[in-house]
Nanobody, 122 residues
Framework: QVQLVESGGGLVQPGGSLRLSCAAS????????LAWYRQVPGRERELVAL???????GYPDSVKGRFFISRDNANNRVYLQMNALKPEDTGVYYC????????????????WGQGTQVTVSS
């Protein structure tokens, strides 16, 4: 059974930094696309960082240059370094993994963590 567990959220002042961690069990991170999403009440969950199995990363313009995703495949961990935080970065941050199961009927195996709250406020 795959489990993702996030940690590292909390309250931080505008301009501050936080590092989120996600630890996985029951899967091999090296074959998963990994991502961080955030959600605020009343809005859809949005992607904030993506790490492909080929090492490439991607970010939306809203966080580009401030957020950085990294992965430690040997220890099944993924991190999100968040710098120059803004009040609009407030939300629940979720770790996500996706793995393509190939075959006659390919399907995506996807898993989510329980989320960790990040609050940016003075």
């Amino acid at each position: 059974q795959v489990q993702l567990v996030e940690s590292g959220g909390g309250l931080v002042q505008p301009g501050g930094s936080l590092r989120l961690s996600c630890a996985a069990s029951g899967t091999d991170f090296s074959i998963n696309t990994l991502a961080w999403y955030r959600q605020v009440p009343g809005r859809e969950r949005e992607l904030v960082a993506l790490s492909g199995t080929d090492g490439r990363t991607g970010y939306p313009d809203s966080v580009k240059g401030r957020f950085f995703i990294s992965r430690d495949n040997a220890n099944n961990r993924v991190y999100l370094q968040m710098n120059a935080l803004k009040p609009e970065d407030t939300g629940v941050y979720y770790c996500n993994s996706k793995y393509l199961i190939s075959g006659p009927a390919p399907e995506i195996e996807e898993h989510w963590g329980q989320g960790t709250q990040v609050t940016v406020s003075s």
